[in-house]
């Protein structure tokens, strides 16, 4: 039986399907990082950043049963190429740090095309992302601030990471996520 569903006719829904692509590449960025790190043998940063690699894999798919449930098409997109080689241990935290604000630079033109298009379930599902953005920032600013005060003492960011919550909070209010959260 064949299905008809919208495709999408408005910004927000195009930024949505945008979005998906961003999330999935996030997740494979994170696990490229993770793997970097696992094989520098720093088993916490590897750690910290698989689960990482996974949270982003579940907000794509959140945003993936979002679509679904407004009957919406969607399409899983190819993902850019990621980087997998770092000189030191700040470079791929640098570069988690400035992916997470374009992610949130990217979760703000989501709400803004929501409201400009009366969308206002659309915006409200957008609150949660945005609230997310400030703990990945966060946390992100905060790692950088630790590796640069070890300055290379990897083992002491290891401590760190070892005996803090680094990023590790499970909410409870987050979307609903297709095919279930990993």
């Known amino acids: 039986m064949a299905s008809f569903k919208k495709t999408p006719q408005s ?3 195009e930024l949505l399907q945008a979005q998906i692509r961003n999330e999935f590449h996030a997740s494979q960025q ?20 698989y689960r990482q690699s996974l ?10 049963q979002y679509l679904l449930d407004t009957d919406h098409h969607v399409e899983i997109p190819e ?5 997998n080689d770092f000189s030191d241990i700040r470079e791929p935290i640098a570069l988690a740090l400035d992916q997470e604000i374009g992610v949130e ?12 298009e009366e969308d206002y379930t659309g915006e409200q599902f957008v609150q949660w992302f945005l609230k997310e ?4 920032i966060s946390s992100m600013r905060r790692l950088l601030n630790v590796v640069d005060m070890a300055k290379g003492d990897v083992f002491s960011v290891e401590q760190f990471l070892a005996r803090e919550s680094v990023g590790d909070e499970n909410d409870p209010t987050m979307p609903p996520v297709a095919g279930g959260k990993l």
């Open 11 to 13: 910004r927000f829904y």
């Open 30 to 49: 994170y696990l490229a990082t993770a793997v970097w790190f696992d094989g520098s043998d720093l088993p916490r940063l590897a750690a910290h950043f």
């Open 55 to 64: 949270e982003e894999r579940n907000h794509a798919m959140a945003l993936v």
């Open 79 to 83: 993902v850019p190429r990621v980087r």
């Open 105 to 116: 630079n990217d979760f703000k033109q989501l709400a803004k095309a929501a409201r400009d």
């Open 133 to 136: 953005q400030v703990e990945e």
